[in-house]
């Protein structure tokens, strides 16, 4: 079993920048690809990025491409996401996940609760 929680989510006016934390405990970390996804009101919950186990390879959405960047630490079991240039569309509960390989939100079995992530105009 893995245990996730996010943090960092908030309020933000468009053009700013927000990180979100995931931290997990459980099963090795390091073992695992780690994604962010999100789901919007009414929406269905889409795939933002993911990376690989040692950081190296990252996979991100075409929409955040260029202003989100996923990272990991795997001594303190954290993966981020740092969003910048934040847009209004970008509003959405953001879950951290890990079990998958994909982009597909059903291939992970371990979720974080989410953080609300809102961009004002």
């Known amino acids: 079993q893995v245990q996730l929680v996010e943090s960092g989510g908030g309020l933000v006016q468009a053009g700013g920048s927000l990180r979100l934390s995931c931290v997990a405990s459980?099963?090795?970390?390091?073992?695992?690809?780690m994604g962010w996804f999100r789901q919007a009101p009414g929406k269905e919950r889409e795939f933002v990025a993911n990376i690989n186990w040692s950081g190296s390879v990252s996979d991100y959405a075409e929409s955040v491409k260029g202003r989100f960047t996923i990272s990991r630490d795997n001594a303190k079991n954290t993966v981020y996401l740092q969003m910048n240039s934040l847009k209004p569309e970008d509003t959405a509960v953001y879950y951290c996940?890990?079990?998958?390989?994909?982009?597909?939100?059903?291939?992970?079995?371990?979720w974080g609760q989410g953080t609300q992530v809102t961009v004002s105009s």
């Open positions: 996940a890990t079990g998958g390989v994909t982009r597909r939100p059903y291939e992970y079995p371990y």
């Open positions: 459980g099963r090795t970390f390091s073992l695992y690809i």
